[in-house]
């Protein structure tokens, strides 16, 4: 059983950096590919970036691309998203997630096995 933690979430104003972390404990997190997911009020969770077990191998949605970046460090059992040139489309919770999942599953939520509480993420005009 993995528990996943998140923080780095806050308030920022548009044109700024976040940088999130995802620190995980109880399991095997090296073993198991990571992602990133938001969720905005009124929306559903949308998927934002992902990143194989041993980093190999990163995705991103579309809106992020070129300006967030996906990574993880195995030996502090920890991940992170790297978040620059925030707008105000980006402000949503944002959930990371873990589990033995496939690369062509990467995206998709319902793979994932381990979830953490979300942190908040509000971007500023």
């Known amino acids: 059983q993995v528990q996943l933690v998140e923080s780095g979430g806050g308030l920022v104003q548009a044109g700024g950096s976040l940088r999130l972390s995802c620190a995980a404990s109880g399991g095997t997190f090296s073993s198991y590919a990571m992602a990133w997911f938001r969720q905005a009020p009124g929306k559903e969770r949308e998927f934002v970036a992902a990143?194989?077990?041993?980093?190999?191998?990163?995705i991103y949605t579309d809106s992020v691309k070129g300006r967030f970046t996906i990574s993880r460090d195995n030996a502090k059992n920890t991940g992170y998203l790297q978040m620059n040139s925030l707008n105000p489309g980006d402000t949503a919770v944002y959930y990371c997630a873990a589990g033995p999942v496939y690369m062509v599953d990467l995206g998709r939520a319902r793979e994932y096995r381990y979830w953490g509480q979300g942190t908040q993420v509000t971007v500023s005009s």
């Open positions: 990143i194989t077990w041993n980093g190999g191998t990163t």
